[in-house]
């Protein structure tokens, strides 16, 4: 996928905001794609995230968490965090599918589909820079960061 550009799609998103790929365009973008609001590693991942966001906007580029949670879920979820950026909700796996990111886990010793931690980066073109899969979640947000600063 990287050096592609990316299809246009649409999702809602906090704040009461319609998030639309092709309204993004001229900035740079970091979707990041987590399991599940309130759970550990997606709670550090949001933190890390946060906690560079000014980072990320100085280098001219926007972060955007995105799960298969509800816009409720994902409201309660960003303002325990104190998140400062939005979060997309792909109840219908439509950003899901075009990024390759539901796989069959191993939960409890069930195979389930899931989110397969995954970050993308698109330049403000609308092409895909670089993307990290299978993403483990400590200083993960710091390397996504060194990356967009070399854009």
Not at 67 to 85: C, G, T, V
Not at 132 to 137: E, I, L, P
Request: proline residues 4%.
């Amino acid at each position: 996928m990287t050096g592609n550009r990316i299809a246009d799609f649409s999702l809602l998103a906090t704040s009461g905001l319609d998030f639309a790929l092709s309204r993004q365009a001229g900035k740079a973008l970091v979707l990041y794609f987590y399991p599940k609001d309130s759970t550990p590693g997606c709670t550090t991942e949001a933190q890390e995230f946060r906690d560079l966001h000014p980072q990320f906007v100085a280098a001219g580029a926007e972060v955007f968490g995105i799960s298969r949670d509800s816009i409720k879920s994902h409201e309660n979820f960003k303002a325990k965090q104190a998140l400062p950026f939005e979060l997309l909700s792909d109840p219908d796996e439509i950003a899901c599918q075009q990024f390759d990111v539901i796989k069959l886990k191993k939960l409890y010793g069930k195979e389930v589909r899931g989110i397969e931690r995954s970050t993308f980066v698109i330049d403000a073109a609308g092409t895909l820079r670089h993307e990290w899969r299978g993403v483990k979640v400590p200083g993960h947000a710091a390397e996504v960061l060194e990356f967009v600063k070399s854009l």
